[in-house]
C-alpha cells in the first residue's frame, strides 16, 4: 500500500464519515439535553427518502434538503411530543419512530414513484455535487502536502464541510454561549434549570429539534450526495453507529468527528479489502463491520475509560406540584 | 392516575383504543396515498384469517411472536428493556441447526427437545453478556443489546459465508438441509381434516409456544423468582430491602428472557426452512416489543397480541399481491404506532380515559350523598 493508496482510503473515510457525524452530534445535542434519542437511524431515513423524492420532483437538490430537513423535523417533534409533553418512555418512542420511518418511507415511494420503494436515479441539478477547493489543481503537484488537499480534503460535496464545521459549532454552542450552558444543565439537573426560571421543556424542545435538523442533513447527504437516489433501508444502520461512536466519544463534539471518522475508516477498509492480513492473522470483513459496536461495549463495559452519560438522561422531568 | 381506573379497562380497554387510533392513523396514511383503507382492510382480514391458508401462515408468524413477546415481557418485568430480540433470536437459530447437523437423532421427537434446549441456551447466551454489563458494569441494557444484535447479525453472515457453508449450494450462504427424520410434523400432518394444504408452515411448535405462555404465567406469578422478579421491577430499592439482589435478577430475567426469545427458532428454522440461513429472524424480535408493550407483559395478552400481529403480517403479505401500489410495509407503520400509542404516548391516552371514568364515578356518589 503506498501513499497514494492511503489517501485514496482516508478520502473514502471522511465521505462515509460525514452521515455518522452529523447524526452522531445530532444525538449530542439530544442527550446532552436529557433526551435518549434511538430514533437517529429513523429520522436519517426518512430524511433521506424525502430530499432523494422531492429532488427528484423538483430537480432541485436544495429543495430536495429542506424536504428531508422537514420529514426529519416531523419525526423529532413526535418523539419530542411523546417524551417530554407526555413523559413517555424516550427509548419506546424511538423504537416506534424507527419503524415509522422503515413503513412509511417505503409505502408512501411506492405510491409516489411505483419502483418498488426506490427513487428515481438523481441527476445534475438534482444532486450534490463534488466541489473543488481553491487552488486544489495548482499544489498537487506539492510533495506530501499537495495530495493532501488536492486529493483528501477537496473534491466533496457542499455538505461534508457543512458537517466538518457543525463540530467546532458545537462546541461552542455548548460551551461558550448561554444557551449551550443551560442545555447541558437540563441534562444534568433539570430542577436547578426549572428554579433558575428557565423552562425545561423549551430548552429540551429546542435540543430535540436541532438533532431534527442535523438528522435530517445526515439522511439528505446519504441519498443526494453519496448515492444518487434513494432505496430501501438505506440507511443502513448508520443511526446506531451514530449511536455508538456518540458513546465513543463520551459526549463530546471533538471526539464525536474521531469517533466517526474511525468508524469510517473501518467501513471504507471493509469495503476496500475482502479480508484484511494484520500480523499474519487474515481479519474476515465481518469483523471489521461488527468492530463498531464491539469497541462500543468495550467502552460502555467501563474496562478502557468510562463513559458516563448526562445524570437527567431517559427520564422524563416532573415539575414539582 | 391509575387508581381511578378499572382493571379491565387497564387490560383491555386502553390496548383496544390503542389498536383503534393506530388503524385509524394508518388509513389516514393510505387514503393519503390516493388508496382505499376500506378495501385495505377487508384484504389485510381476509389474507389472514379468510382461509385454512391464510390461518397457516397467521399461526406461524403468531408462533414466532409468542416467544419473542413473552420474552420482552418478562425483561420488561424486571423493569428491563431487552430490544436484543433480532440478535438472541439468531443464535437460538445457530443453536437448532449445531443440534441437528451434528447430532444423530432418530425422530423428531426426540430432536425438538435437544433443539430447544440448544436454542434456548444459544439466545439467553447471547443476552448474557449485555445482562452481566448492566448488572456489574451498570452499562445501559438497550444499548448494549442493539449493539449484541449487529455484533449478532456480522457472527452470523461470517459463520454461515465461511464456516457452515454447504459446497455446492449455489453460493447461497445456508446450512445443509437437516435430516427427514427430524423434520417437525406440520398441520396437515397432524389435521390433514382441517384443510391445510401439505405445505403450511405451522407445526407442532405452536403447542410449545403455549406451554412457554403458561410456563411465563406460572413463573412470574406462581414462583418466589416471579414474585423477586415483579418487586425488583416495581421499585429497585424496595427489593434491596427486601433482601433480592439486583445482579441476581438483573441476570436471571434476561438469560430466561433470552432463552425464549431463542425458542423461536424452533419454529422458523426447525419447523419450517428446515436449514439455517441468513436472518431466520425477519424482525420478529422487533415485533416482539410491540407484543409485549400490547399484551400489558401478560402471556394471555402477548398471546392475543402475537395473534393480531400474526395476522397483521400474513395480512400484509397479501396486501403486494392484491392491490396495486400497496405494499406490506404499511404493517410496519402499524407496528410502529402501536408501540407509539402503547408504550410512548400512553399518558396521552389514558388521562382522557381516566377522567371518563372518574366522572362517572362521581356522578352515582354525588347522587347518594344528596
Same mark, same amino acid.
Given at each position: 500500500?503506498?501513499?497514494?493508496?492511503?489517501?485514496?482510503?482516508?478520502?473514502?473515510?471522511?465521505?462515509?464519515?460525514?452521515?455518522?457525524?452529523?447524526?452522531?452530534?445530532?444525538?449530542?445535542?439530544?442527550?446532552?439535553?436529557?433526551?435518549?434519542?434511538?430514533?437517529?437511524?429513523?429520522?436519517?431515513?426518512?430524511?433521506?427518502?424525502?430530499?432523494?423524492?422531492?429532488?427528484?420532483?423538483?430537480?432541485?437538490?436544495?429543495?430536495?434538503?429542506?424536504?428531508?430537513?422537514?420529514?426529519?423535523?416531523?419525526?423529532?417533534?413526535?418523539?419530542?411530543?411523546?417524551?417530554?409533553?407526555?413523559?413517555?418512555?424516550?427509548?419506546?418512542?424511538?423504537?416506534?419512530?424507527?419503524?415509522?420511518?422503515?413503513?412509511?418511507?417505503?409505502?408512501?415511494?411506492?405510491?409516489?414513484?411505483?419502483?418498488?420503494?426506490?427513487?428515481?436515479?438523481?441527476?445534475?441539478?438534482?444532486?450534490?455535487?463534488?466541489?473543488?477547493?481553491?487552488?486544489?489543481?495548482?499544489?498537487?503537484?506539492?510533495?506530501?502536502?499537495?495530495?493532501?488537499?488536492?486529493?483528501?480534503?477537496?473534491?466533496?460535496?457542499?455538505?461534508?464541510?457543512?458537517?466538518?464545521?457543525?463540530?467546532?459549532?458545537?462546541?461552542?454552542?455548548?460551551?461558550?454561549?448561554?444557551?449551550?450552558?443551560?442545555?447541558?444543565?437540563?441534562?444534568?439537573?433539570?430542577?436547578?434549570?426549572?428554579?433558575?426560571?428557565?423552562?425545561?421543556?423549551?430548552?429540551?424542545?429546542?435540543?430535540?429539534?436541532?438533532?431534527?435538523?442535523?438528522?435530517?442533513?445526515?439522511?439528505?447527504?446519504?441519498?443526494?450526495?453519496?448515492?444518487?437516489?434513494?432505496?430501501?433501508?438505506?440507511?443502513?444502520?448508520?443511526?446506531?453507529?451514530?449511536?455508538?461512536?456518540?458513546?465513543?466519544?463520551?459526549?463530546?463534539?471533538?471526539?464525536?468527528?474521531?469517533?466517526?471518522?474511525?468508524?469510517?475508516?473501518?467501513?471504507?477498509?471493509?469495503?476496500?479489502?475482502?479480508?484484511?492480513?494484520?500480523?499474519?492473522?487474515?481479519?474476515?470483513?465481518?469483523?471489521?463491520?461488527?468492530?463498531?459496536?464491539?469497541?462500543?461495549?468495550?467502552?460502555?463495559?467501563?474496562?478502557?475509560?468510562?463513559?458516563?452519560?448526562?445524570?437527567?438522561?431517559?427520564?422524563?422531568?416532573?415539575?414539582?406540584? | 392516575?391509575?387508581?381511578?381506573?378499572?382493571?379491565?379497562?387497564?387490560? #383491555?380497554?386502553? +390496548? *383496544?383504543?390503542?389498536?383503534? !387510533? =393506530?388503524? $385509524?392513523?394508518?388509513?389516514?396514511?393510505? &387514503? %393519503?396515498? @390516493?388508496?382505499?383503507?376500506?378495501?385495505?382492510?377487508?384484504?389485510?382480514?381476509?389474507?389472514?384469517?379468510?382461509?385454512?391458508?391464510?390461518?397457516?401462515?397467521?399461526?406461524?408468524?403468531?408462533?414466532?411472536?409468542?416467544?419473542?413477546?413473552?420474552?420482552?415481557?418478562?425483561?420488561?418485568?424486571?423493569?428491563?428493556?431487552?430490544?436484543?430480540?433480532?440478535?438472541?433470536?439468531?443464535?437460538?437459530?445457530?443453536?437448532?441447526?449445531?443440534?441437528? #447437523?451434528?447430532? +444423530? *437423532?432418530?425422530?423428531?421427537? !426426540? =430432536?425438538? $427437545?435437544?433443539?430447544?434446549?440448544?436454542? &434456548? %441456551?444459544? @439466545?439467553?447466551?447471547?443476552?448474557?453478556?449485555?445482562?452481566?454489563?448492566?448488572?456489574?458494569?451498570?452499562?445501559?441494557?438497550?444499548?448494549?443489546?442493539?449493539?449484541?444484535?449487529?455484533?449478532?447479525?456480522?457472527?452470523?453472515?461470517?459463520?454461515?459465508?465461511?464456516?457452515?457453508?454447504?459446497?455446492?449450494?449455489?453460493?447461497?450462504?445456508?446450512?445443509?438441509?437437516?435430516?427427514?427424520?427430524?423434520?417437525?410434523?406440520?398441520?396437515?400432518?397432524?389435521?390433514?381434516? *382441517?384443510?391445510?394444504?401439505?405445505?403450511?408452515?405451522?407445526?407442532?411448535?405452536?403447542?410449545? &409456544? %403455549?406451554?412457554?405462555?403458561?410456563?411465563?404465567?406460572?413463573?412470574?406469578?406462581?414462583?418466589?423468582?416471579?414474585?423477586?422478579?415483579?418487586?425488583?421491577?416495581?421499585?429497585?430499592?424496595?427489593?434491596?430491602?427486601?433482601?433480592?439482589?439486583?445482579?441476581?435478577?438483573?441476570?436471571?430475567?434476561?438469560?430466561?428472557?433470552?432463552?425464549?426469545?431463542?425458542?423461536?427458532?424452533?419454529?422458523?428454522?426447525?419447523?419450517?426452512?428446515?436449514?439455517?440461513?441468513?436472518?431466520?429472524?425477519?424482525?420478529?424480535?422487533?415485533?416482539?416489543?410491540?407484543?409485549?408493550?400490547?399484551?400489558?407483559?401478560?402471556?394471555?395478552?402477548?398471546?392475543?397480541?402475537?395473534?393480531?400481529?400474526?395476522?397483521?403480517?400474513?395480512?400484509?403479505?397479501?396486501?403486494?399481491?392484491?392491490?396495486?401500489?400497496?405494499?406490506?410495509?404499511?404493517?410496519?407503520?402499524?407496528?410502529?404506532?402501536?408501540?407509539?400509542?402503547?408504550?410512548?404516548?400512553?399518558?396521552?391516552?389514558?388521562?382522557?380515559?381516566?377522567?371518563?371514568?372518574?366522572?362517572?364515578?362521581?356522578?352515582?356518589?354525588?347522587?347518594?350523598?344528596?
Amino acid at each position: 500500500m503506498d501513499f497514494l493508496d492511503i489517501i485514496q482510503i482516508l478520502d473514502s473515510s471522511l465521505r462515509l464519515a460525514t452521515p455518522l457525524l452529523l447524526a452522531c452530534l445530532a444525538g449530542l445535542f439530544s442527550e446532552r439535553a436529557g433526551i435518549f434519542d434511538i430514533g437517529l437511524e429513523g429520522k436519517m431515513l426518512a430524511s433521506a427518502f424525502l430530499s432523494a423524492a422531492m429532488a427528484a420532483y423538483t430537480g432541485n437538490v436544495w429543495l430536495g434538503l429542506l424536504a428531508g430537513v422537514l420529514a426529519s423535523l416531523m419525526l423529532a417533534a413526535i418523539h419530542g411530543v411523546a417524551s417530554i409533553t407526555f413523559r413517555g418512555n424516550q427509548l419506546i418512542s424511538g423504537v416506534a419512530i424507527n419503524f415509522l420511518a422503515s413503513g412509511l418511507t417505503v409505502v408512501i415511494g411506492e405510491a409516489w414513484f411505483g419502483l418498488g420503494g426506490r427513487t428515481p436515479q438523481l441527476e445534475g441539478a438534482a444532486r450534490f455535487h463534488e466541489i473543488t477547493l481553491p487552488f486544489a489543481d495548482a499544489i498537487r503537484g506539492v510533495p506530501f502536502l499537495g495530495p493532501i488537499y488536492a486529493d483528501l480534503l477537496s473534491g466533496h460535496s457542499i455538505l461534508v464541510y457543512v458537517a466538518l464545521a457543525c463540530v467546532p459549532a458545537t462546541w461552542w454552542i455548548l460551551s461558550r454561549t448561554r444557551f449551550g450552558l443551560r442545555l447541558r444543565a437540563v441534562g444534568e439537573n433539570p430542577a436547578a434549570v426549572d428554579t433558575a426560571g428557565i423552562s425545561v421543556v423549551g430548552l429540551r424542545f429546542a435540543a430535540v429539534m436541532i438533532c431534527g435538523v442535523l438528522c435530517g442533513i445526515a439522511g439528505a447527504y446519504l441519498a443526494t450526495a453519496l448515492s444518487a437516489g434513494f432505496v430501501k433501508e438505506m440507511s443502513a444502520g448508520r443511526g446506531f453507529i451514530a449511536l455508538a461512536a456518540l458513546i465513543f466519544a463520551k459526549w463530546r463534539p471533538w471526539q464525536a468527528l474521531g469517533a466517526t471518522f474511525l468508524f469510517g475508516l473501518l467501513e471504507a477498509l471493509g469495503n476496500r479489502f475482502q479480508s484484511l492480513e494484520l500480523m499474519g492473522i487474515a481479519i474476515p470483513t465481518q469483523f471489521m463491520q461488527a468492530l463498531p459496536y464491539i469497541l462500543t461495549v468495550v467502552i460502555l463495559a467501563g474496562f478502557v475509560g468510562k463513559a458516563i452519560p448526562p445524570r437527567a438522561g431517559g427520564e422524563p422531568y416532573v415539575k414539582e406540584r | 392516575m391509575t387508581e381511578s381506573l378499572p382493571k379491565w379497562a387497564d387490560i #383491555l380497554l386502553i +390496548p *383496544l383504543v390503542n389498536l383503534v !387510533l =393506530a388503524l $385509524i392513523v394508518s388509513g389516514i396514511v393510505v &387514503a %393519503l396515498i @390516493g388508496k382505499d383503507p376500506f378495501e385495505a382492510l377487508y384484504i389485510l382480514v381476509n389474507g389472514s384469517v379468510g382461509s385454512a391458508y391464510g390461518w397457516g401462515y397467521t399461526l406461524f408468524y403468531t408462533t414466532n411472536f409468542i416467544f419473542t413477546g413473552l420474552g420482552v415481557a418478562v425483561a420488561f418485568h424486571a423493569r428491563l428493556f431487552n430490544i436484543g430480540g433480532e440478535g438472541q433470536a439468531a443464535l437460538g437459530g445457530l443453536g437448532v441447526a449445531l443440534v441437528l #447437523l451434528y447430532l +444423530p *437423532l432418530p425422530h423428531w421427537s !426426540l =430432536a425438538i $427437545i435437544a433443539a430447544s434446549l440448544g436454542a &434456548a %441456551l444459544f @439466545g439467553a447466551a447471547w443476552a448474557a453478556i449485555p445482562a452481566y454489563l448492566q448488572a456489574q458494569r451498570g452499562s445501559h441494557i438497550v444499548i448494549t443489546t442493539i449493539m449484541f444484535n449487529f455484533i449478532a447479525s456480522a457472527l452470523m453472515v461470517y459463520l454461515l459465508s465461511r464456516v457452515l457453508l454447504v459446497p455446492g449450494a449455489g453460493g447461497s450462504p445456508e446450512t445443509a438441509r437437516f435430516v427427514e427424520a427430524v423434520r417437525l410434523p406440520n398441520a396437515y400432518d397432524i389435521a390433514p381434516w *382441517l384443510g391445510f394444504s401439505r405445505s403450511t408452515p405451522l407445526n407442532v411448535s405452536f403447542f410449545l &409456544a %403455549l406451554a412457554a405462555c403458561v410456563f411465563v404465567w406460572a413463573l412470574i406469578w406462581r414462583t418466589r423468582l416471579g414474585y423477586e422478579i415483579r418487586s425488583f421491577g416495581k421499585s429497585e430499592p424496595a427489593g434491596l430491602y427486601g433482601g433480592i439482589s439486583s445482579t441476581r435478577i438483573t441476570m436471571v430475567a434476561m438469560l430466561i428472557s433470552g432463552g425464549l426469545i431463542g425458542l423461536m427458532a424452533i419454529n422458523s428454522v426447525m419447523g419450517e426452512a428446515e436449514r439455517l440461513v441468513i436472518d431466520p429472524v425477519q424482525g420478529a424480535g422487533f415485533v416482539g416489543i410491540a407484543v409485549a408493550l400490547m399484551g400489558r407483559s401478560h402471556p394471555l395478552g402477548v398471546f392475543l397480541a402475537a395473534l393480531l400481529f400474526g395476522a397483521l403480517y400474513q395480512g400484509g403479505g397479501e396486501l403486494t399481491f392484491e392491490m396495486n401500489g400497496m405494499t406490506r410495509e404499511i404493517i410496519l407503520v402499524i407496528q410502529a404506532l402501536v408501540i407509539l400509542f402503547t408504550g410512548a404516548l400512553d399518558n396521552m391516552v389514558r388521562a382522557p380515559i381516566a377522567r371518563v371514568f372518574l366522572t362517572l364515578r362521581r356522578k352515582p356518589a354525588q347522587k347518594a350523598g344528596s
